[in-house]
Structures are given as structure tokens and as C-alpha cells.
């Protein structure tokens, strides 16, 4: 059954370090307040599963947080590739990550799976691709009524699931409103979830036609955080990085030093910029050039 708790100590119980970690809604769904709350409370080892990973899995890659990924599409539509990400499979900084890349139909289908509690999920798809030729868990099987060839995934069985949604009632049921995309299987699927939500309400609204109702007994903690998806640069500043600049120390909340989580410990100086291998200068405008040339 669903706690109404603050966000802190809703993390503080249900993300533990090493979980499979699961935060996933689009555009204004993402749960931004509670993935910065997991990098103030120094979680590590985190394997995170999301579907189009942006900025929020970016962060929690450039921190150390996280020792893999299962995804499908590493990117954001506004800024482009995932910088921390990048650096983390291509000069294992700040740590090696492991990946596992995935088409969003397989993502979607393995989710399905988790919330059915089956062992894997089969569909039509990757035919033609080449991702099965670096990804050792896409398989296929044979239909044993048509002998139809489809591909098969393991299914997403996260510890723990975050999402953001509109509302909640004070009995711990939960509306999502607008693109719902898997936050609903993805919260079936888990052993444990957390949702934060705009506002906390006596009665829920009737549903509109696009919406989902997440009952009680799905969710483990409700947190009411007006505004959560709506910061993604706001909450947390994360400067450059130094040899001794601690994780603890260059966390921000509000402009304030961050005071929660211990055991922190100071990231590696990045390859592209440590004394061997000076940053490259932008290149000057030529001097005494028309600006609008």
C-alpha cells in the first residue's frame, strides 16, 4: 500500500545502492525532483533502464552513480548526445559504464513482460537490424502454433521504479495524464516505485480519455513535488570537475551546498583535461573580419 512521505524519505527506503533503477515518463513526466535527490543521497553501482535516457541519466552518469544502462535511443531531442554518457563508454569517465541497447518496441514490450511477471516478451521486430550482432539478449523464437520466427527480450523487472504524475488522492492512487508512454508497466513491473506528483488531492479528478489510475496497492511511496519535471538544469550544477572536488561538495539544492548522503568519493580528473592532454582552444575570429561575414 502507498506512504504519503517527503521525496528524501522516499528515496532513503526504496533506491539502495546496486538496484536496477528505473525513472521513466517524457517531456512533462520526467522525474527530475527525485533522480536529484538520489544524487544527493551519493546512491551508487545504480544499473538504470529508461527509454530515450536524456539529461536526468546524463547527470547521474557524470556523478558516478551509475555502472550501466539498458536503453533504447541515448539522447535529447534539444541538446543532442549525452555528454557524461559519451565520455563514460568512450574514455570510461567517470567510471566504465556497461550498456545494452535496445529499439523503443522492445523496451516497451519488455516492460510488459515485468508487469505480467513472464520471464521474457516476444514481438515482431528487429528484422533486418543489427543491434542483435552486439546485443547477446535479443533472441528469437520459433511460435509453436504457426512457426512464425519472432525476436525475444528478457523482460524489465526493476527494484525500484520512479515516475512523476499529476496528482494523487490521500489513499495513495495516482493519475498520469498526457503521454502516458510505460510509466504504468514499468511501476507493475518493479518491486518497489516511487511517484512524485504536482498535488495531493481528496478526490482524483474523472480521468480523461488519455490517462492512466495507478492504485494503491502498485505504489510503494507517494511524494508531493510541485513542479518536479520542470527543472532539469535548475536543481542541481554540477561544475567542472577536478581531482579534488568531491561528488558531496559539487552537488547543489537551491544554490545550497547538498547536506544528505555520506561516503562520497572524488571523481578522476577527465583525459581531456589533465596536464597530458591540454583542452583544445576555440579558434580566434580573424582579426579586423566583418561580423556578419
Not at 81 to 90: C, G, I, Q
Not at 151 to 167: E, F, K, L, N, S
Not at 173 to 178: H, K
Request: glycine letters at 8%.
Amino acid at each position: 500500500m502507498a506512504r504519503i512521505v517527503s521525496l528524501a524519505e522516499a528515496v532513503a527506503e526504496n533506491v539502495r545502492d546496486g538496484d536496477t533503477v528505473a525513472m521513466e515518463g517524457f517531456t512533462h513526466l520526467i522525474p527530475y525532483a527525485a533522480g536529484h535527490e538520489v544524487i544527493r543521497q551519493g546512491r551508487k553501482d545504480l544499473f538504470l533502464v529508461r527509454m530515450t535516457p536524456d539529461i536526468l541519466y546524463d547527470q547521474l552518469i557524470g556523478v558516478g552513480a551509475a555502472r550501466g544502462m539498458k536503453f533504447s535511443w541515448g539522447g535529447n531531442p534539444g541538446v543532442g548526445s549525452l555528454h557524461r554518457f559519451r565520455d563514460a563508454v568512450e574514455n570510461q569517465w567517470p567510471r566504465p559504464i556497461e550498456i545494452e541497447e535496445h529499439s523503443h518496441a522492445a523496451m516497451a514490450n519488455a516492460y510488459e513482460a515485468g508487469a505480467a511477471n513472464l520471464p521474457f516478451a516476444s514481438f515482431r521486430g528487429y528484422i533486418g537490424a543489427d543491434l542483435p550482432k552486439v546485443n547477446l539478449n535479443i533472441r528469437s523464437v520459433t511460435c509453436p502454433f504457426t512457426g512464425e520466427v519472432l525476436a525475444a527480450v528478457p523482460a524489465i523487472r526493476p527494484d525500484v521504479t520512479i515516475i512523476h504524475a499529476q496528482r494523487a488522492d490521500r489513499k495513495g492512487n495516482v493519475l498520469i495524464e498526457g503521454i502516458v508512454g510505460v510509466q504504468k508497466e514499468a511501476v507493475l513491473a518493479a518491486r518497489r516505485s516511487i511517484v512524485t506528483v504536482e498535488e495531493i488531492v481528496d478526490e482524483l479528478d474523472p480521468p480523461s480519455p488519455n490517462s492512466v489510475v495507478l492504485p494503491e496497492w502498485a505504489v510503494t511511496a507517494v511524494a508531493h513535488v510541485p513542479g518536479a519535471p520542470s527543472r532539469p538544469m535548475r536543481m542541481v550544477t554540477i561544475p567542472a570537475p577536478t581531482p579534488s572536488t568531491s561528488v558531496g561538495t559539487r552537488l547543489r539544492a537551491n544554490g545550497k551546498p547538498s547536506t544528505h548522503g555520506s561516503g562520497r568519493t572524488s571523481l578522476p580528473p577527465h583525459p581531456r583535461t589533465s596536464p597530458a592532454t591540454p583542452r583544445r582552444q576555440r579558434p580566434r575570429l580573424l582579426e579586423g573580419k566583418a561580423k556578419n561575414d
